[in-house]
């Protein structure tokens, strides 16, 4: 087993370190992804999106550059599938997953629309019939 490694810091500069978001052209740049892969996984990864400025330029933030660079590193070593690749990511960057919703909530939720789909169904039986 192989023993896990922190996730790459995508700046190598101290003028770097101090930017915030980074041009696509950027990112493309430091991570060695193209930008067709790029929008690629962003439908694939849904942790993440770049923003979009005004002129509808794509941005990124240092997190997703991270983020970025850990997926490509995965990608290349190629022993992970597509949605394990997602759950080290979302372990490894502390990104949570959907909450689950509490059982007793799930199950009164599920009671509602039992109860409406019911009346539902009485209405229609009870309906007006034809003559025959």
């Known amino acids: 087993m192989k023993k896990e490694t922190a996730p790459p810091k995508p700046v190598k500069d101290e003028k770097s370190k ?5 041009k696509l052209d950027e990112v493309c740049r430091l991570t ?4 067709a892969t790029l929008t690629a ?6 942790f993440l999106s770049a923003g979009l400025t005004g002129s509808g330029e794509k941005f990124f933030r240092q997190q997703d550059v991270a983020i970025i660079a850990r997926v490509r590193e995965l990608m290349d070593m190629k022993t992970l599938t597509v949605a394990g690749i997602k759950r080290r990511i979302e372990d490894e960057f502390g990104l949570g997953r959907s909450n689950p919703v509490h059982p007793e909530r799930l199950r009164k939720t599920l009671n509602s629309v039992r109860d409406e789909l019911q009346d539902i169904v009485s209405k229609l039986d009870g ?3 034809k003559k025959a």
Do not use: I, R
């Not at 060695?32 to 930008?35: H, L, S």
């Not at 996984?41 to 849904?46: I, S």
């Open 18 to 22: 101090a930017k915030l978001v980074y």
């Open 32 to 35: 060695g992804v193209d930008a």
């Open 41 to 46: 996984w962003e439908g694939e990864f849904p």
């Open 127 to 129: 309906g007006p019939k």
